[in-house]
Nanobody
Framework: QLQASGGGLVQSGDSLRLSCAASGSDLAAYAVGWFRQAPGKEREGIGCVSRDNKRQYFADSVNGRFTISKENAKNTMYLQMNSLNTEDTAVYYC?????????????????????WGQGTQVTVSS
């Protein structure tokens, strides 16, 4: 199971870190990803890290501002978001999948990830 947390209301330009704690499985054995869904829009994949930590992908909309990390000792992954703007307002979801081929430079798709967190709301005000 994945449990996402850390969302909230911030101002444009602020930073925020989302957490996603895993239980029941070792997160080190999974590729991890973050998705977001804004009102009226489809869920989009914004970033991922491969199972072996050798590949990363970030969507153009967040590249250079967002980073993903895993803390194996806590079995938790993080999404660090910097320089937030109003277009980052969305519900954010963490996801994981055991397939070693997950997370390539071509992007990530919702159907590629087996396990999902419940989502956490991020609202960025101007």
């Amino acid at each position: 199971q994945l449990q996402a947390s850390g969302g909230g209301l911030v101002q444009s330009g602020d930073s925020l870190r989302l957490s996603c704690a895993a239980s029941g499985s070792d997160l080190a054995a999974y590729a991890v990803g973050w998705f977001r869904q804004a009102p009226g829009k489809e869920r989009e994949g914004i970033g991922c890290v491969s199972r072996d930590n050798k590949r990363q992908y970030f969507a153009d909309s967040v590249n250079g501002r967002f980073t993903i990390s895993k803390e194996n000792a806590k079995n938790t992954m993080y999404l660090q978001m910097n320089s937030l703007n109003t277009e980052d307002t969305a519900v954010y979801y963490c996801a994981a999948d055991p397939n070693p081929l997950r997370c390539t430079s071509g992007g990530i798709k919702r159907r590629e990830f087996r396990y999902w967190g419940q989502g956490t709301q991020v609202t960025v005000s101007s």
